[in-house]
Each structure stands twice: as C-alpha cells, then as structure tokens.
Nanobody, 122 residues
C-alpha cells in the first residue's frame, strides 16, 4: 500500500508560480512510477506530467511543457511539480498518483492522493 498526500496548492495570479509536493508513504517509493494529473470543473481528469521509476525521460502534456517541471527525491519519498508562468486554464484540482509499472502516460495508476486545488486568477 502507498499513501499519497499532496500539498502546495493555492490561489495565484496569472504569470505566477507554485510548487506542489506529494509525500508518499512506504519503503518502495523508488520502484513506483509517479505522475501528476489534474481535473478542471466539468472536464475529465488529464495527465500533466510523469516519470518512470526506472528513470529516463520525464513526460509532459503539451499544454504544460516548458512551464512545469517534475522532480522526485527518492530519499524523501517526495515528488514535486514546479509550475511557472501559470495561466487561468491551469486552474484545476491536481492529483499525485503512483503505479508499479513503468508506463507513464496511462490512466491506470494504482494509488491516488486526495488532490490539491490550484486556482489561477486573470
């Protein structure tokens, strides 16, 4: 079992920055692929960013590439999402997720956090 707790959401003006954190419980954090997803009101949940447990590339949605950066600290069992140049359309509930497989851009993650609200005002 893995428990995920997100933090760092809030209200920010367009052009501003936020850093989301996701603290994972469990000793096998380094073996999990980690991803960030978001869901805006009235829309389906969508992939934002992710990185396989085995390293390699970090994947981003086209809408955030160049503005968002995912990083993970295995020693702290934490994954981060640095969000810069935020836009009103980035407003959503952001979820951290973990899965035991190596695929990143999929939706069948095994564990999900409770979500953290990000609101970007224009």
């Amino acid at each position: 079992q893995v428990q995920l707790v997100e933090s760092g959401g809030g209200l920010v003006q367009a052009g501003g920055s936020l850093r989301l954190s996701c603290l994972a419980s469990g000793r096998t954090f380094s073996t999990y692929t980690m991803g960030w997803f978001r869901q805006a009101p009235g829309k389906e949940r969508e992939f934002v960013a992710g990185r396989s447990w085995s390293g390699g590339s970090t994947y981003y949605a086209d809408s955030v590439r160049g503005r968002f950066t995912l990083s993970r600290d295995n020693a702290k069992t934490t994954v981060y999402l640095q969000m810069n140049s935020l836009k009103p359309e980035d407003t959503a509930v952001y979820y951290c997720a973990a899965r035991s497989g190596s695929a990143v851009r999929v939706t069948n993650y095994d564990y999900w956090g409770q979500g953290t609200q990000v609101t970007v005002s224009s």
